[in-house]
């Protein structure tokens, strides 16, 4: 890991689902030993999956795992977050720990309020291509958070992708709006150069198959280059070529005014969830 878990770190996951399984692995991938993790979760069988194909400890408990931990992940449904923490103030009372929510929405305030504790809290936005160790995060750290715990919270984090921080916690609605709904944008912009290729007479198969590998290899050049990718468009652009034409047509058709219209009816909709989710509690 570049920044190294402390391997006498135990790290408690409440929530043994997708990501926190994602996260797991990622941190096993990196060295973090499997003695030194610990998952809890309402559901058995998920718990014992876990455990066979990681090694890390489980329990069904999770003030169990928490007396375990130096280190709390959060990674419940944000809708549940009332139930975990509510039952679990004692335990985190009697505890210093490092908490670290990556539940959607919900807030460092309501963190705060639902654990009743000064605890260090880190709030991540995480994305689903985590799950396959491509990631964007994006972290906020109350103001009881050490140098030593935004270190930490950043290496398991980088564990499963790329990590940022955020200066305030309301840029978290946008970050929803970019990199937590984007995939799903990419995944649209997908279907759609498919579908189009498919009604200009293409096998299914191969549409799918090139526009897959040339949304990826876009990325792959956009990272791996120094420049920005406003300047590779242009390189790629050239006069009176087809690409030109394209970019013609999305430009006539409104495309950059989409992406904009869309982000912020995605941050309007997280704003209005993490508000709901603050009434909640
Ligand atoms: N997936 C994503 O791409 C993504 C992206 C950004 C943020 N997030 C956030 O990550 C968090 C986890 O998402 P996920 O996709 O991993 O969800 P998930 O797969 O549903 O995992 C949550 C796990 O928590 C368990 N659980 C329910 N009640 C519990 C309790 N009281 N104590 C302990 N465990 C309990 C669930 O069990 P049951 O299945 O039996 O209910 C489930 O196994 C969410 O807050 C979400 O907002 C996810």
């Given amino acids: 890991m570049s920044r190294m878990i402390n391997q006498d770190?135990?790290?408690?996951?409440?929530?043994?689902?997708?990501?926190?399984?994602?996260?797991?692995?990622?941190l096993i991938a990196k060295g973090c030993p499997c003695a030194n993790i610990w998952a809890s979760d309402t559901?058995?069988?998920?718990?014992?999956?876990?455990k066979n194909d990681s090694g890390?400890?489980?329990?069904?408990?999770?003030?169990?795992?928490?007396?375990?931990?130096?280190?709390?992940?959060?990674?419940?449904?944000?809708?549940?977050?009332n139930d975990v923490l509510l039952p679990l103030q004692n335990v985190l009372a009697e505890k210093t720990v490092l908490l670290i929510s990556i539940a959607a929405g919900v807030s460092i305030k309501t963190l705060e309020t639902l654990s009743s504790t000064q605890?260090?809290?880190?709030?991540?936005?995480?994305?689903?291509?985590?799950?396959?160790?491509?990631?964007?995060?994006?972290?906020?750290?109350?103001?009881?958070?050490?140098?030593?715990?935004?270190q930490q919270s950043q290496s398991i984090l980088s564990a499963v992708g790329t990590v940022c921080w955020l200066q305030q916690e309301s840029d978290i609605d946008?970050?929803?709006?970019?990199?937590?709904?984007?995939p799903a944008y990419f995944f649209l912009f997908i279907e759609a150069l498919q579908k189009a290729a498919v009604d200009q007479g293409l096998n299914p198969d191969i549409?799918?198959?090139?526009?897959?590998?040339?949304?990826?290899?876009?990325?792959?050049?956009?990272?791996?280059?120094?420049?920005?990718?406003?300047?590779l468009r242009r390189k790629v652009t050239s006069p009176g070529g087809t690409t030109e034409a394209a970019i013609a047509q999305f430009e006539k058709?409104?495309?950059?005014?989409?992406?904009?219209?869309?982000?912020?009816k995605a941050k309007a909709r997280s704003e209005e969830l993490a508000l709901l989710s603050d009434n909640q509690k």
């Fill in 207 to 231: 549409a799918n198959s090139l526009a897959l590998q040339t949304a990826f290899g876009a990325a792959k050049l956009a990272l791996s280059s120094d420049g920005d990718v406003a300047e």
């Fill in 253 to 264: 058709d409104g495309f950059s005014n989409i992406i904009a219209r869309a982000v912020e």
């Fill in 43 to 50: 559901n058995i069988e998920q718990l014992s999956l876990l």
């Fill in 174 to 182: 946008t970050v929803t709006a970019l990199s937590g709904s984007g």
């Fill in 56 to 81: 890390i400890n489980v329990s069904s408990d999770n003030a169990e795992v928490i007396i375990q931990a130096d280190i709390v992940v959060l990674a419940v449904k944000p809708q549940l977050m």
């Fill in 119 to 150: 605890q260090a809290i880190v709030r991540c936005m995480p994305n689903t291509p985590a799950l396959v160790e491509a990631g964007a995060s994006a972290l906020f750290a109350n103001s009881s958070t050490s140098e030593a715990q935004r």
């Fill in 9 to 26: 770190q135990t790290i408690a996951f409440i929530g043994a689902g997708n990501m926190a399984t994602a996260l797991i692995k990622g």
